[in-house]
């Protein structure tokens, strides 16, 4: 059995026809810093910047509790701060019962919850 050769001329090699002037593939390294210039901004704002925001709203919340605030603690526990010292916070969770926990325990003010109980109670009396 024989092999039939294109008349072609295929017993040259194929040689890729480029442009002398053509831009390198892939847009070259000003475009890929470009690229990565924007990904970095885009997760910039959209990622870092919201949760930096939100780590100084919390800060901010910690250092102005006081005595009498209604909190909740990241692990759920509702209370009304009894006492506070700097990195310790007492908690009354029921009449008679106190809690100490760590200042950054502490995951938001419950002032609202607070409010709504005793409004609650003025109409029952």
Same mark, same amino acid.
């Given at each position: ?8 001329? $295929?017993?040259?090699?194929?040689? $890729? ?11 070259? /390294?000003?475009?890929? /810093?470009?690229?990565?210039g ?13 949760q930096q ?56 003010? $419950?002032?609202?919850a607070e ?11």
């Open positions: 059995m024989r092999v039939r050769e294109a008349k072609s001329g $295929a017993s040259r090699p194929a040689v $890729a026809q480029t442009a002398p002037d053509a831009s390198p593939p892939g847009g070259g /390294l000003m475009n890929m /810093l470009m690229m990565f924007l990904m970095f901004a885009v997760i910039y704002f959209m990622m870092i910047r919201p925001k939100q780590q100084k709203q919390q800060r901010e919340m910690l250092a102005k509790l006081e005595r009498g605030d209604a909190v909740v603690t990241s692990s759920g526990i509702h209370g009304v701060i009894s006492g506070v010292t700097d990195d310790v916070i007492t908690i009354e969770i029921a009449p008679g019962v106190r809690v100490k926990v760590d200042k950054s325990a502490v995951g938001r003010r $419950a002032a609202k409010k709504k109980d005793e409004k609650k109670e003025a109409k029952k009396a």
